[in-house]
């Protein structure tokens, strides 16, 4: 069972405007991460977040954890066309559960 | 360095055939996993293995067998193929510096007639 669901399935927006992606998860948490997939390739590490952070910035992109409401969000800023990916949250430790993804597309 | 690699890149089987899906990592990572991902789906679990010498079933083990052959390798044996196995393949591995973070190889596509 997924640990981890996304929201929206799919996004589609155009290039420069900001992406959001949530990511509701179900049990306790020591931290989560957010991973990008290209077309047809592996999953990559963007960011990991701990349990008592709140708010964690590396480039373009910040997330936010509210683990009252067991949710975090993931958001691109200035998009680029070259962000266009499926988005993954995960949770867990020695064993990562994964959310189904968001799907973006950025329009030029 | 490469990284995690695999093979092959793709794969097509017939109903009852074997194959094993091989897996190499040149990180020095203890920890190693296969995972299955359906279309329009996350990745699901099937086997890891924390260290080497060590297996241990994920979520959906059933129809899969694996083998870590030694530090660098992990391998994924299909006995006897079936439709619903399906899917694309991905071997990951992680190291043990605190963080959690995955490292992914590019995947095979696996499909059963």
């Known amino acids: 069972s997924q640990q981890g669901e996304e929201d929206p399935q799919a996004l589609s927006i155009q290039e420069g405007e900001n992406a959001t992606m949530n990511c509701s998860y179900k049990t306790s948490i020591n931290n989560l991460q957010w991973y990008r997939q290209n077309s047809g390739r592996g999953l990559v590490h963007l960011i990991l977040?701990?349990?008592?952070?709140r708010e964690k910035h590396s480039g373009r992109l910040r997330v936010t954890l509210d683990t009252s409401k067991k949710s975090s969000s993931l958001l691109i800023t200035a998009s680029r066309a070259a962000d266009t990916a499926s988005y993954f949250c995960?949770?867990?430790?020695?064993?990562?559960?994964f959310g189904q993804g968001t799907r973006l597309t950025i329009n030029p | 360095n490469a990284g995690v690699t695999q093979t092959p890149k793709f794969q097509v089987l017939k109903t009852g055939q074997s194959m094993t899906l091989q897996c190499a990592q040149d990180?020095?990572?203890?920890?190693m996993y296969w995972y299955r991902q359906d279309p329009g789906m996350g990745l699901r679990l099937i086997y890891y293995?924390?260290?080497?010498?060590?297996?241990d079933k994920g979520e959906v083990p059933n129809g899969y067998n694996v083998s870590r052959l030694n530090k660098r390798e992990f391998s994924l044996r299909l006995e006897s193929a079936a439709p619903s196995q399906t899917s694309v393949y991905f071997c990951?591995?992680?190291?043990?510096?605190?963080?959690?973070?995955?490292?992914f190889g590019p995947g095979t596509r696996l499909t059963v007639l």
């Open positions: 995960a949770t867990g430790a020695q064993k990562l559960v």
């Open positions: 977040i701990r349990s008592n952070e």
């Open positions: 293995s924390a260290s080497e010498g060590t297996t």
């Open positions: 990180m020095n990572h203890n920890s």
């Open positions: 990951a591995s992680r190291g043990e510096a605190g963080n959690n973070e995955q490292f």
